[in-house]
């Protein structure tokens, strides 16, 4: 599995869609318009900060999965819930901090994940598309804060 370097096209298309969110309410929140969202009583930077958390706590899913898929220690596992814990926490914290702390975890989360590739967790593709989007995520919400 390790080996495995051609990225299927599907992957990079469901991870490029799922940038859409970071900087379509990224940029919403520079730009200072509300997209209409003030009408049901939301903001962009409210809705990019919860989908900063929940794609936070997603990455925690993948370290899980990969632990899983092969069997691996208390470490694996434990790393794998850091990033709910510090995204949940994030949204109790006043702006900017809220998205400075879910832009830092994203793009930290991003590097700290390339291990897996090279302990043959998960496919050597995964980790340089991990990398791409966490880092394009993580500069979106870091921008909106």
């Avoid at 490029?16 to 919403?28: K, M, R």
């Avoid at 400075?100 to 291990?115: M, P, R, S």
């Avoid at 995964?126 to 921008?143: D, E, H, Q, Y």
């Amino acid at each position: 599995m390790g080996r495995l370097s051609t990225v299927p096209a599907s992957a990079v298309v469901l991870g490029i869609a799922g940038l859409i969110p970071f900087v379509g309410f990224a940029a919403l929140s520079v730009s200072g318009s509300d997209g209409g969202l003030g009408t049901i009583g939301l903001s962009p930077r409210t809705i990019l900060s919860a989908y900063g958390a929940v794609i936070a706590s997603f990455l925690g899913g993948i370290r899980w999965g990969a632990a899983a898929a092969r069997e691996a220690g208390w470490r694996d596992y434990g790393l794998a819930i850091v990033p709910s814990l510090l995204a949940w926490a994030a949204l109790a914290a006043p702006p900017p901090w809220d998205l400075w702390i879910l832009g830092a975890l994203v793009l930290l989360w991003g590097i700290v994940d390339q291990d897996l590739p090279r302990r043959g967790m998960v496919p050597v593709w995964m980790g340089r598309l991990r990398l791409a989007l966490s880092g394009i995520a993580g500069l979106a919400l870091l921008v909106a804060a």
